[in-house]
């Protein structure tokens, strides 16, 4: 649920990375911190940690303008993985806008993705949020390992959904902007819906896209 | 479960994070290094916090931004005097730089507590739902160890109770092929019994009509029939002539009453048709009246109103044991001036069988159990309790009901209904 704010002029997206344990939900959020390094980027925010596992959850905001003088800040959250933070993640989960699923491609992995998947389905319709309707994308982590799950039989588990899916190995930093992209675009076309950002405030899918990514030449 | 009451991670306010005692003491050391005026704006240039002489607007002020998640959200302002030469710029700095520490370990902590105190509340909620599910649980296996005694002793009760009705049913089952077995032996001789009692009886009248054609003027022996007729006297032969015929149609007439009991037995028993066919109960009554005729008092009444009723398709020996069974406590109710009401009707609700007495009727506080195994007001020994219970198997088994009336006017009525529409 966007956060708006009509007399500041001011809307707030909130974008959260789901996952299981350890499939490199902060790492995304590292890269992320560490590719776009614009002005309109705020500090990365790690709250505490145990043993270098998120508890809490981390931040990484960001900003553009529309063409009307709307300022739009982006929110992108990672949640703990770690099956015994349910209610945290839970609590981060409330009004998302849109939501990327970070799996570990490695084989061993394989079941836990699923369970993992059938918690952010549970904890979405506990807190209210369509799946159907949500702006959801899924990662296929580590793609760089040895012991991973083939692309075709990715292909072939996930296209059915209709969800969109990418490969990334995000301690590479490959895949993570096209992640963030794709969601960032689904998550476009699902407020834009509502409140017209085209129409009404000159903001374009492109635009918005251009101005949240950094471009080729920067 | 409100959970919507505050998100994480909301927009805050600089007023929102900082508090007053995190800023003034850093104003006033401000104030104390040589600053004139040292304040905190909000986002839109709006005084938070001041410390210091109010200086006027042409004074040269030192502007720094307070920066949150990458926006400004308020701003340091530093005057010096106007006389005093200071590195105001430098203690705008200091100030900049504590100022942005703490707000960050401010609202680190304010996050944290969001997290922490919505999964407290979350985690209290399930576990009271938790709870309340376990406590529903364990009172349901308290419920059910307290009862399983009696659970188990009601069901042991009932297999008891079924294994001795059928245990009955098959005894009588047992009795009805006896008692067939040992009629068809008896038809054998019994038929020549008859044949020859028939004979026997042509033969003796012929003989009387011999000894009369004797004794007669024509027939006896010149001078002999003094002697003939003292010996007729002698052996009261006018006796014999009156009683040889009637002696003899009484036997035959016997003998064809046993004849008719052993058929019914047969029938009764149905030994040739073990299995269910298409029958007329009216006709399964009457059989059973026949059979029981022995044990109904003499001067019983019996009023019988036969419906055209349709065929039932059905165990005929077993609905005999019915009308058997509920017959036998009508006629043991009562001795003198039994009256016997039986009437069968063809009706929308199915085939109704009616059996009504004029016997002492059945108490109300035991008529619920009549039907129940082992219930019986009879003395030890004369009843098994077991009669109306198989009568209600027998019934129920055959798709019907069964139930047990006494009306105001006195007397037992059994009312069986049958479903109409059974087809071989």
């Known amino acids: 649920m966007v956060e708006y704010d009509e007399q500041n002029r001011k809307m707030v997206l909130k974008l959260v990375y789901y996952g299981p344990a350890l499939s ?107 799946i159907e309707k949500l702006p959801l994308v899924i990662q296929f982590n580590k793609r760089d390992l040895a012991d991973i799950c083939p692309e075709e039989e990715i292909r072939n588990d996930w296209q059915v959904t209709g969800i969109p899916f990418l490969m990334a190995s995000a301690l590479n930093g490959w895949g993570v902007l096209e992640t963030f992209s794709k969601l960032a675009e689904l998550t476009y076309d699902h407020i834009d819906r509502r409140y017209h950002l085209e129409a009404e405030h000159g903001l374009s899918r492109e635009m918005f896209l251009l101005k949240l990514l950094p471009r080729e030449s920067e | 479960m409100d959970i919507t009451t505050e998100i994480i991670g909301e927009e805050k306010r600089l007023i929102d994070i900082l508090s007053e005692e ?31 002489t109010r200086t006027g607007d ?12 990458g926006e400004d959200i308020g701003q340091i302002r530093l005057t010096r005097e106007g006389n005093k030469s200071l590195p105001v710029e430098t203690l705008a700095a200091i100030l900049q730089h504590s100022l942005q520490t703490i707000l960050l370990c401010r609202l680190k902590r304010i996050f944290t507590n969001q997290v922490h105190s919505k999964v407290v509340n979350l985690s209290y909620e399930e576990l009271l739902e938790k709870n309340r599910l376990l406590t529903l649980s364990e009172k349901k296996y308290r419920d059910l160890s307290a009862t399983l005694e009696k659970k188990v002793d009601e069901r042991t009760q009932e297999l008891n109770a079924a294994h001795l009705r059928l245990i009955q049913q098959e005894k009588m089952t047992a009795i009805g092929q006896l ?32 000894a009369e054609k004797y004794r007669s003027e024509d027939g006896c022996p010149p001078g002999r029939k003094e002697s003939v007729d003292s010996f007729w006297s002698e052996l009261k032969f006018d006796y014999v002539c009156g009683d040889l015929i009637p002696l003899v149609t009484q036997s035959i007439a016997g003998a064809i009453r046993v004849k008719k009991i052993v058929s019914d037995l047969k029938g009764f028993a149905h030994m040739e048709e073990g299995s269910t066919s298409a029958v007329n109960l009216n006709e399964e ?66 085939t109704l069988l009616i059996f009504s007495d004029n016997g002492p009727g059945i108490p109300r506080e035991i008529s619920a159990r009549i039907f129940e195994p082992f219930f019986t007001t009879k003395d030890i020994g004369n009843g098994t309790g ?5 009568a209600y198997d027998i019934v129920k088994g055959a798709g019907g009901t069964i139930e047990v ?16 529409q059974r087809t071989p």
């Not at chain 1, 309109?40 to 931040?59: S, W």
């Not at chain 1, 015994?84 to 993705?113: C, M, P, W, Y």
């Not at chain 2, 009336?405 to 109409?420: D, H, N, R």
């Open chain 1, 24 to 130: 490199g939900k902060t790492t995304n959020i590292l890269q992320l911190h560490e590719l776009i390094t614009r002005k309109e980027r705020g500090e990365l925010m790690i709250m505490d940690t145990v043993g270098d596992r998120t508890m809490y959850f981390d931040l990484l905001p960001f900003f553009l303008m529309a063409p009307s003088g709307l300022k739009i800040k982006v929110k992108v959250y990672t949640v703990p993985g770690q099956v015994q933070h349910d209610s945290t993640r839970k609590a981060v989960l409330q009004r998302a806008d849109g939501v990327a699923f970070i799996a570990d491609s490695q084989l061993s992995q394989e079941t836990i993705n699923f369970e993992s998947f059938e918690n952010l389905e549970k904890n979405l319709s506990i807190v209210g949020l369509d």
């Open chain 2, 22 to 52: 995190d800023v003034l003491p850093l104003l006033s050391t401000a104030i104390e290094g040589g600053a004139a005026e040292a304040t905190i704006l909000d986002e839109s240039g709006a005084v938070l916090w001041h410390r210091g």
């Open chain 2, 58 to 69: 042409d004074v040269p002020a030192c502007f720094l931004p307070i920066r949150l998640e």
């Open chain 2, 179 to 210: 008692a067939a077995g040992i009629a068809h032996e008896i038809n054998n001789p019994l038929g020549y019994i008859i044949s020859n009692l028939t004979t026997l009886k042509s033969y003796a009248e012929k003989l009387l009509l011999l």
């Open chain 2, 285 to 350: 009554i009457e059989r059973t009246l026949r059979v029981l005729a022995h044990d109904i008092p003499h001067n019983t009444r019996i009023v019988r109103e036969y419906g055209d009723i349709p065929t039932f398709v059905c165990n005929p020996g077993l609905f005999c044991q019915v009308f058997l069974n509920i017959l036998r406590n009508s006629v043991q109710a009562r001795t003198e001036d039994l009256q016997l009401h039986i009437r069968t009707e063809a009706s929308s609700r199915g």
């Open chain 2, 386 to 390: 077991l009669g109306l219970t198989v």
């Open chain 2, 405 to 420: 009336s006494c009306p105001e006017t006195g007397g037992t009525t059994f009312s069986i209904v049958l479903p109409s």
